[in-house]
């Protein structure tokens, strides 16, 4: 009797260990400012007019093609095609871990550079 106790206890610990790790694994990590716009942009439309866009508070969503090891830059890679945009978060006092490959929600502010256009990110969302 004591033994079937002690497998049923040890069998519910690692079903609530397990669901417990589902869960976290799960969560949206959050950087920067809450992003507050959840309306989507279309990279394609910014790349296509980024004078249109310069200066406007976007968001964008794709994954995460390649970063910066410290996390203050990275390219965001829409569709299955080679359509990426830079994105910085540099100046906006944040930076991210290394999570290439996961989806990427990000909000900021268009800009023109040399490069081309890019987002200067205010905050970011990964799943």
């Known amino acids: 009797m004591k ?3 002690i497998v049923g206890l040890s069998l519910i610990i690692i079903i609530v260990i397990g669901v417990a790790f589902i869960r976290l694994s799960a ?3 959050k950087y920067g400012q809450e992003i507050i716009n959840h309306q989507v942009t279309a ?3 910014i790349l296509a007019d980024p004078k ?3 200066g406007k508070l ?3 969503d794709g994954k995460i093609a390649s970063e910066c090891s410290t996390g203050c830059w990275f390219y965001v890679k829409v569709g299955s095609g080679n ?3 830079y994105v910085d978060t ?3 006092g944040f930076a991210i871990p290394q999570k290439a490959g996961k989806k990427i929600l990000v909000e900021g502010k268009v800009m023109i550079k040399k490069t081309g256009p890019m987002i200067q990110a205010r905050g970011v969302q990964i799943k």
Request: charged letters at 30%.
């Open 27 to 29: 969560r949206t990590e």
């Open 52 to 54: 249109g866009f310069e």
């Open 90 to 92: 540099g100046n906006s």
């Open 83 to 85: 359509l990426t945009i």
């Open 58 to 60: 976007v968001t964008i």
């Open 43 to 45: 990279v394609k439309d």
């Open 3 to 5: 033994i079937l106790r």
